[in-house]
């Protein structure tokens, strides 16, 4: 059984950071392409960066230089360290995870976590 599993949302200040983490159970562990997605409320749902088996990896345009993702095989887990952070970077994070590689649209997604909330004030 296929699983995902977030932890670490919260609420910071602007300027701050967290570092999101995943544990990731069944067919996808390191195999697949995973990855984070966001939504804001009244905004549509996106990809924030994603990971490829191989290593390589894609993120959003406003929060290249800010975010970085990675993942640790050994433990099946994925991390999104996001620092500096903006309040427009508020939303709703679910890890996700598909077959396909640069998994940044959620029609390449066969997989959804849960969700952990952030919220960064002004």
């Known amino acids: 059984q296929t699983q995902l599993v977030e932890s670490g949302g919260g609420s910071v200040q602007a300027g701050g950071s967290l570092r999101l983490s995943c544990v990731a159970s069944?067919?996808?562990?390191?195999?697949?392409?995973i990855g984070w997605f966001r939504q804001a409320p009244g905004k549509e749902r996106e990809g924030v960066a994603v990971?490829?088996?191989?290593?390589?990896?894609s993120y959003e345009d406003s929060v290249k230089g800010r975010f970085t993702i990675s993942r640790d095989n050994a433990k099946n887990t994925l991390y999104l360290q996001m620092n500096s952070l903006k309040p427009e970077d508020t939303g709703m994070y679910s890890c996700?995870?598909?077959?396909?590689?640069?998994?940044?649209?959620?029609?390449?997604?066969?997989?959804w976590g849960q969700g952990t909330q952030v919220t960064v004030s002004s």
């Open positions: 990971i490829n088996s191989d290593g390589t990896t």
């Open positions: 996700a995870a598909g077959p396909f590689r640069g998994c940044m649209s959620a029609r390449y997604i066969a997989y």
């Open positions: 069944g067919v996808i562990a390191n195999r697949y392409c």
